[in-house]
C-alpha cells in the first residue's frame, strides 16, 4: 500500500523544511565567510593616531626625537628618533598591530647606549597612507636603509625588536639585511595559523589576503636571536611561537617573563635591561671578531 496523501504532505514539506534550513545554514556561512574576507584589514590591523597636544608634549620631553620621512611611493612616515649617536650600535624597534609608537618611548630610551629609531606603520600616528604587509615590509627595508645611511660609516652593530605583529616585520628586515642580533617579543609563525585557531572550521587560507608568514621568512635567517615570551599569552599560543624558534636558523635563547600577558609583556621591569644585556653581549661579540679579522 502506498502513503496515504496526508502523510505524503508531511512527508514533503518536512523534507522542504530541512532544506530551507540547510540552505539558511549555508547562505549563513557564505556570508560570515564574506564578513572575515571583507573585514580582515580592520580585524587585522587597528591604526592608532596621536593628538597635536600629544605631540607637543613628546617635542618638550624627548626634544629633537620627531621624524618624519618619504617612502619611495610618496607617502610620509612618521617616527621618532632616540638616543642619536652616530658612535653608538643603530636598534630599530618594530611595534604591533594596534600600538602607536610613541607609548613606547618611556620604555625605550632606557636603551641609553643605542640610537634607536622607531616608525609608526601606515596610518598610524601621523603617517600617511593604510597598512598592509606589503608596505611594512618595504617601508622597514626604506627606514633602515635610510638611517643606515646618516652614519658616516655603515654602523657596526645594527639590531631589531619586534613586537608581536612586529615580529613578522623584524624577521623579513633580519632576512634581507645584515644585522647584529634580533630581538622578538611575544612572536607567532603565521597570521594563517592564528586565524585558524579562532575560526577552525572556515577556510582562512583561501580567505586571507595578508599572512605574515614569518615560519618561511625565517627559514633564510641565521642572527642570534633572543624571543621573550609573556607567561600567560591568550592572543599568540606558546605552540605557535614555538613554530617560530624551530624554523630560525640561528642560535635562539628563549625567556618567559613571569606575570606577564600578551598585552601587558612590555610593562615588564627588567625587559629594557634584557634587552639591553642581550645586545650588548653581542655587540662586544661582532667587535671582537672584527678585531679577530
Not at 545554514?25 to 590591523?45: D, G, H, K, T
Not at 657596526?156 to 642580533?181: C, D, H, P
Not at 594563517?192 to 587560507?205: F, G, I, K, Q, T
Not at 605574515?212 to 627559514?219: G, T
Amino acid at each position: 500500500m502506498g502513503l496515504s496523501p496526508r502523510r505524503d504532505s508531511r512527508k514533503t514539506a518536512a523534507i522542504r523544511n530541512t532544506l530551507s534550513v540547510l540552505v539558511a545554514v549555508a547562505l549563513s556561512y557564505i556570508a560570515f565567510c564574506l564578513y572575515l574576507y571583507l573585514r580582515q584589514e580592520s580585524m587585522l590591523f587597528h591604526p592608532q593616531g596621536i593628538s597635536d597636544t600629544r605631540l607637543a608634549e613628546i617635542k618638550k620631553h624627548f626634544p629633537g626625537s620627531l621624524f618624519y620621512l618619504k617612502m619611495k611611493d610618496g607617502t610620509v612616515l612618521q617616527g621618532f628618533d632616540l638616543n642619536k649617536g652616530h658612535n653608538r650600535p643603530l636598534v630599530f624597534y618594530f611595534g604591533g598591530n594596534s600600538v602607536e609608537a610613541s607609548r613606547i618611548l618611556p620604555i625605550l630610551t632606557r636603551l641609553t647606549d643605542f640610537h634607536v629609531i622607531m616608525t609608526n606603520y601606515r596610518g598610524f600616528g601621523k603617517s600617511g597612507g593604510s597598512p598592509s604587509e606589503i608596505s611594512m615590509y618595504s617601508d622597514a627595508l626604506e627606514v633602515f636603509d635610510h638611517f643606515c645611511a646618516t652614519y658616516p660609516h655603515r654602523p657596526k652593530e645594527v639590531f631589531l625588536i619586534g613586537r608581536s605583529l612586529g615580529s613578522a616585520v623584524a624577521t623579513w628586515v633580519a632576512s634581507r639585511r645584515k644585522v647584529t642580533a634580533v630581538v622578538l617579543i611575544t612572536p607567532f609563525d603565521s597570521v594563517e595559523m592564528l586565524a585558524r585557531h579562532a575560526y577552525p572550521w572556515v577556510p582562512v587560507s583561501w580567505l586571507l589576503k595578508y599572512k605574515f608568514d614569518v615560519v618561511d621568512i625565517a627559514k633564510n635567517v641565521d642572527t642570534p636571536l633572543l624571543v621573550l615570551l609573556a607567561d600567560h599569552d591568550s592572543t599568540v599560543p606558546k605552540a605557535d611561537s614555538m613554530n617560530l624558534i624551530r624554523s630560525w636558523k640561528g642560535t635562539v635563547r628563549t625567556e618567559t617573563l613571569p606575570g606577564t600577558e600578551h598585552g601587558t609583556i612590555m610593562d615588564y621591569p627588567g625587559i629594557t635591561a634584557k634587552i639591553r644585556d642581550f645586545f650588548n653581549n653581542w655587540a662586544h661579540i661582532n667587535r671582537h671578531r672584527q678585531t679577530a679579522n
